[in-house]
């Protein structure tokens, strides 16, 4: 199964279109496999309030690493409702082959609906191993290697930080689109060209990666 989820505030937006790629790819290619799609800016995940940390913590305290037995930690009407929010989330993760996430880099790092989901679906010692994620994403400047805002990408970094160290996750790949405020942003007219080729990069690698029969990738980064 496909669990896709985009998370620009923007309907009209690129990372929006790289996720489109890679989802019709892999449809085309997995007939019958299962979609799930989620908009998380148009029907955004709360944020987790205290009965969530209450689950939280009685999962950590019981030692409970099966995903399967968090739901004995909703031992009150308050973590109940809490886990009623939960629940189909994290469903659709664990039952996803591959985890599809279109997001714009806001602020030098994820818009909080997306950490909002994150924060949602994760618990401690949680492994999501045999999984593949994917992140297609958009961005105003230029964070590749060697540019001078490459310590500033906090938002490829945390990500794939987080899958690895925390999900255990192996496969993480990346496809970014970069330079989009080249079609704004007056001062940086001159870079246009390399947006659109970097836009049309992206385009073309999130559709490869889509219609891959195997496993989408080893883990790759692809920054056009
Ligand atoms: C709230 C906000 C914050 C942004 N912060 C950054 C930033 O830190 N670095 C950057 O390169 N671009 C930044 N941008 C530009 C977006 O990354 C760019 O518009 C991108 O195309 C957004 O993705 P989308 O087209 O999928 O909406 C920001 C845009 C918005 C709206």
Redesign the pocket.
């Known amino acids: 199964m496909l669990l896709h989820l985009d998370a620009?505030?923007?309907r009209s937006?690129?990372?929006?279109r790289l996720s489109k790629a890679y989802a019709d790819a892999w449809r085309a290619a997995h007939p019958g496999a299962g979609y799930v799609y989620r908009d998380l800016a148009a029907d955004p995940v709360p944020h987790i309030g205290e009965a969530w940390t209450e689950l939280c913590d009685h999962v950590l305290e019981n030692e409970i690493t099966d995903i399967a037995r968090y739901e004995e930690a909703a031992t009150t009407p308050a973590r109940r409702a809490a886990w009623a929010i939960v629940k189909p989330l994290l469903d659709e993760v664990v039952a996803a082959d591959v985890v599809l996430i279109?997001t714009?880099?806001?602020?030098?790092s994820i818009p909080s609906s997306l950490k909002a989901w994150i924060d949602q679906i994760t618990f401690p010692k949680m492994s999501l191993k045999g999984r593949s994620f994917v992140v297609t994403g958009?961005?105003?400047?230029a964070y590749g290697p060697g540019t001078p805002r490459e310590p500033y990408d906090h938002e490829e970094r945390y990500l794939r930080d987080f899958f690895k160290g925390h999900f255990a996750v192996e496969d993480v790949t990346f496809v970014h689109a970069e330079l989009?405020?080249a079609r704004l942003d007056p001062a940086l007219f001159h870079l246009r060209d390399r947006h659109e080729e970097s836009l049309a990069a992206a385009l073309e690698t999130a559709s490869s990666l889509g219609s891959a029969l195997a496993s989408p990738s080893s883990g790759a980064e692809i920054r056009s």
């Open positions: 620009s505030a923007r937006s690129f990372s929006r279109g714009p880099m806001y602020n030098f958009a961005r105003g400047g989009v405020n």
